[in-house]
């Protein structure tokens, strides 16, 4: 299976596949606005603004799976999002990262690229996933590592 054959849904509930994204450098995140990670937000916005016309396509997957810290809906996280952030990336429904209600994206995520002694389970909100043009998961990211420490990263792939 491809990552490109996932169904998702967008923010406003639209679903669709991720093949609108063949042939760009995706960098997939679990997110939640009340994290104490969430100004995050603004780097990987960052990011988005600086690579998007390079091929560079942010995508944001609220989860409220770690302490309560995305109780809203998918409305409200937007707003959020957008309002507190600024956020202008692609965001989608909130899901499930681990357990059997996993979304099945983020179990293929997590086998590409286990974490930390091999890990497959996220540890919490904003674990990142790089993943090049052809559609390759190339690396996980722990939460505590910024997106401005990624960034070198995301240039090789672009």
């Not at 997939?28 to 091929?55: H, S, W």
């Not at 090049?132 to 690396?139: A, F, H, I, L």
Request: charged letters at 25%; glycine letters at 8%; proline letters at 6%.
């Amino acid at each position: 299976m491809s990552i490109y054959d996932f169904e998702v849904s967008d923010i406003r509930g639209a679903k669709s596949d991720l093949t609108a994204y063949k042939g760009r450098v995706m960098l997939i995140v679990n997110t939640a606005t009340k994290c104490g990670f969430a100004p995050q937000f603004k780097g990987l916005q960052k990011l988005y603004e600086r690579y998007a016309d390079k091929g560079l396509a942010v995508l944001g997957f609220p989860s409220n799976q770690f302490a309560n810290q995305e109780p809203g809906d998918n409305a409200e996280i937007q707003q959020i999002c957008e309002l507190n952030h600024g956020v202008s990336f692609p965001l989608f429904a909130k899901i499930d990262v681990n357990g059997p209600g996993a979304h099945p994206l983020f179990t293929y995520l997590k086998n590409e690229a286990p974490g930390f002694l091999g890990t497959r389970r996220i540890k919490w909100n904003f674990t990142k996933f790089l993943v090049d043009r052809e559609g390759r998961v190339v690396k996980r990211f722990a939460p505590a590592v910024t997106p401005e420490k990624i960034e070198n990263a995301i240039q090789k792939l672009l």
